[in-house]
């Protein structure tokens, strides 16, 4: 399984319940093609767990500009639908696991 890819249409509902973690990223942006494929094993190894999405900044401006984005990537980190993190820059996958798994504890 793959990171869901949100617009601003479905974002609310995606993030609304449990724990999110969303990667804003663009496809002409260097460090976010290392991030993504992270994403991408995140998504698969909480599957069921976590809701693991990306939002392309270049699609869906309003979103980056609603959270405040200014460099990519950028991780933002949801618990039923309030932003409780965020990261900026490439982070390794342990790092996002520990840090989405723990939202899950609490």
Sequence with gaps: MSATALTKETFQSS???GVS???FWAPWCGPCKV???IVHELASELEG???IATVNVDENAELA???G???IPTLLLFKDGRLVDQLIGINQKPI???KVL???GE
């Design 15 to 17: 993030i609304q319940s």
């Design 21 to 23: 973690l969303v990667d």
């Design 35 to 37: 991030q993504l494929p």
């Design 49 to 51: 767990q976590a809701t």
């Design 65 to 67: 500009s609603q959270f």
């Design 69 to 71: 984005v200014r460099s």
């Design 96 to 98: 996002l696991k520990n």
């Design 102 to 104: 723990g939202l899950i």
